[in-house]
Nanobody, 115 residues
Framework: QVQLVESGGGLVQPGGFLRLSCEASKIIWGFNYMGWYRQAPGKQRELVATITSGGRQNYADSLQGRFTVSRDNAKNTVYLQMNSLKPEDTAVYYC?????????WGQGTQVTVSS
């Protein structure tokens, strides 16, 4: 079993930035991807960005250019750098790790963009 611990959420003003981190409790061997999803109130959970164990990135079309996903395999950690934040980015952000056989989710971290 893999536990995921997210950090870095909070309250930020429009135009600001945040960096989310998600650390996995153990090394994940083999092909996998790590990434971020978000869920705003009253909406379905949606893809933000993912990155494979080989470094290939995938973004939601509307977020590419403002958000950057990265990972440090030595630290079992995935990051999400969020720039030029907008009020519509307000959501709970969830970390996910997917392997060939299992999906693991974090508990979520709240991001609120408001003046």
């Amino acid at each position: 079993q893999v536990q995921l611990v997210e950090s870095g959420g909070g309250l930020v003003q429009p135009g600001g930035f945040l960096r989310l981190s998600c650390e996995a409790s153990k090394i994940i061997w083999g092909f996998n991807y790590m990434g971020w999803y978000r869920q705003a109130p009253g909406k379905q959970r949606e893809l933000v960005a993912t990155i494979t164990s080989g470094g290939r990135q995938n973004y939601a079309d509307s977020l590419q250019g403002r958000f950057t996903v990265s990972r440090d395999n030595a630290k079992n950690t995935v990051y999400l750098q969020m720039n030029s934040l907008k009020p519509e980015d307000t959501a709970v952000y969830y970390c996910k790790v997917a392997t060939w056989t299992n999906d693991y989710w974090g508990q979520g971290t709240q991001v609120t963009v408001s003046s």
